[in-house]
């Protein structure tokens, strides 16, 4: 299947600074990419949908100038958290949706997910 | 909210078939059925999708109802690596993906 990468893999920040976490598809174009975090035995809440050249669409609760998306190319996708703080400490995980994959259903491919620790 | 019923936890002995049942019964009929899987501390991992026919991969079979209101994920031979929870998805092509809760596979050895 299509591999989708994120990076940094694992973070530790202090609290009140940002830190970027990078998601790319590697052997795909993507359109859309799309945001997702998930606390320990919960499961994984969307946060926002990424489009190619213009602004992300966020989820209801999301605060957009917190979590600042961008996707500045049709591979790449960025997640900002700004101003950081000890709960959003959790585990953030990106994924691709495939462009124009025919008749079979633009199938959406996961990072490998990112932990983030606010100290 | 996730279009999906999903038990919330199953187990299968090492070697057998694991069958994980899925009811969808207000899906469209533009909406496929996807599984994927998430290993500790991992992404999601696609498994398999389908729209009306049953599917076979090297991973997995999916056996979709004919009114396709239901469907079963089997893994063939199930080994402790399969351990994992699985999530059954519906959705349209150009849909985002919402996660319920999944059912949470055991492998016993």
């Known amino acids: 299947g299509a591999v989708v990468s994120q990076h940094p893999s694992r973070v530790i920040c202090k609290s009140g600074t940002s830190v970027k976490i990078e998601c790319r598809s590697l052997?795909?174009?993507?359109?859309?990419m799309f945001w997702y975090r998930q606390f320990p035995k919960q499961s994984l809440m969307l946060m926002a949908t990424s489009n190619e050249g213009s602004k992300a669409t966020y989820e209801q609760g999301v605060e957009k100038d917190k979590f600042l998306i961008n996707h500045a190319s049709l591979t790449l996708s960025t997640l900002t958290v700004t101003s950081a703080h000890p709960e959003d400490s959790s585990f953030y995980i990106c994924?691709?949706?495939?462009?124009?994959?025919?008749?079979?259903?633009?199938?959406?491919?996961f990072g490998e997910g990112s932990w983030l620790t606010v100290v | 909210d996730a279009k999906t019923t999903q038990p919330p936890s199953m187990d299968c002995a090492e070697g057998r078939a694991a069958n994980l049942p899925c009811n969808h019964s207000t899906i469209s009929g533009n909406e496929y059925v996807y599984w994927y899987r998430q290993i500790h501390s991992q992404g999601p991992q696609y498994i398999i999708h389908?729209?009306?026919n049953n599917e076979t991969n090297e991973m997995a079979s999916l056996i979709i109802t004919e009114d396709r209101k239901s469907s079963t994920l089997i893994l063939p031979h199930a080994t402790l690596r399969d351990t994992a929870v699985y999530y059954c998805?519906?959705?349209?092509?150009?849909?985002?993906?919402?996660f319920g809760k999944g059912t949470r596979l055991h492998i016993l050895p």
């Open positions: 052997d795909f174009q993507a359109t859309t």
């Open positions: 389908g729209l009306k």
């Open positions: 998805i519906v959705r349209a092509r150009d849909d985002k993906i919402i």
């Open positions: 994924s691709a949706r495939e462009s124009d994959s025919g008749v079979s259903g633009n199938t959406i491919y």
